[in-house]
């Protein structure tokens, strides 16, 4: 596994490969990697003939006052784990190669990053839309997979790719759980283990929730009231959001008719914690 740190190595690494005709598959982490990112990996290795994996906390999207500082990172443990995968490039730029000389330009998709997270994270979803705008220009895949864990995320991204005319190929890749429920994800290290436990309501709420709506249940109101009590059970969690919304343009909804998205955010300790499922009758 090679492992590149700049920009300009990357692309001529990444040019080099198209002109022998190979499919380049990309997934973009922030690291502290799990089984969660390593199922994405295998996911990227049966779509392309090379496989790049990024990992890069992005500073633009965490706000003042959230947790960039203390993102959890374990980059020796994290090349062991993609080396094992046969992964072929990770690429790993420092912040200044990423943004160099304060830069100007900013990637704003106007409206899917403003509801669910995009209320709580102002710019987040800017940080984000940027940092994967720089990231394709840098690998330049043919394909690229991301989490439906981060659903608003994927959401974007694929609009992204149309809007800004990118020749890559989108992929949503399904939730990946702990044998609990609770979703994989590198900020669950953050939880005490009593915490850790708590932190099953998210996806034990979802699940309620979607066996509601299989037997007739069509009002967005009673399922997010539902949702809301559950999850204020929990001594440990506080609520951010519990919402049903639309599936391509994350609007709310106040009825179910054939599919919705069910997206919740919830505080437990010093962990921000997101989860969903789709409602399908
Ligand atoms: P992150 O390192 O948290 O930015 O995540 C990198 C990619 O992995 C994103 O596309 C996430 O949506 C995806 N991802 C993270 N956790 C999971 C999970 N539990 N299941 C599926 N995808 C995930």
């Known amino acids: 596994m090679r492992i590149i ?29 799990h089984d969660g990112h390593l199922s994405l990996v295998r996911d990227a290795k049966k779509r392309g003939d090379r496989v790049v994996v990024s990992i890069f906390v992005n500073p633009t999207q965490f706000a003042a006052g959230e947790d960039f ?12 784990l993609l080396e094992a995968e046969n992964v072929d490039v990770l690429f ?27 209320m709580l994270r102002p710019g987040h979803f800017q940080g984000v839309a940027t940092v994967v705008t720089k990231l394709f220009n840098a690998v330049r895949p043919h394909v690229a997979i991301f989490g ?8 974007l991204i694929r609009r992204l790719v149309r809007d800004l005319m990118y020749d890559i190929e989108i ?5 990946v759980r702990e044998s609990d429920g609770v979703a994989m994800s590198s900020r669950n290290a953050y939880l005490t283990a009593k915490e850790r436990r708590a932190a099953a ?20 109101r009673t399922i997010i009231d539902t949702v809301g009590a559950d999850l204020r059970s929990e001594p440990l969690a506080t609520v951010e959001y519990v919402k049903v919304a639309d599936l391509e343009t994350l609007e709310d909804l ?28």
């Open 92 to 118: 790993h730029p420092a912040p200044e190669e990423m943004y160099p000389e304060a830069c100007q330009t900013r990637v704003d998709v106007e409206t899917l990053g403003k509801p669910l997270c995009g």
């Open 201 to 220: 309501c998210l996806s034990r709420s979802l699940r309620k929730a979607q066996a509601l709506v299989r037997r007739g249940e069509v009002s967005a």
């Open 69 to 80: 500082a203390g993102y959890p990172r374990d980059f020796s443990r994290d090349s062991g």
């Open 5 to 33: 740190r700049r920009v300009a190595d990357m692309a001529r690494w990444s040019e080099n490969e198209r002109r022998q005709g190979r499919r380049i598959a990309f997934v973009p982490t922030m690291g502290f990697l």
């Open 254 to 281: 106040e009825q179910i008719s054939g599919a919705a998205l069910l997206a919740i955010a919830v505080r437990i300790g010093k962990a921000r914690l997101i989860d969903n499922q789709v409602l399908a009758r």
């Open 148 to 155: 439906e864990k981060d659903y608003q995320q994927l959401q």
């Open 171 to 175: 992929v949503g890749h399904p939730i």
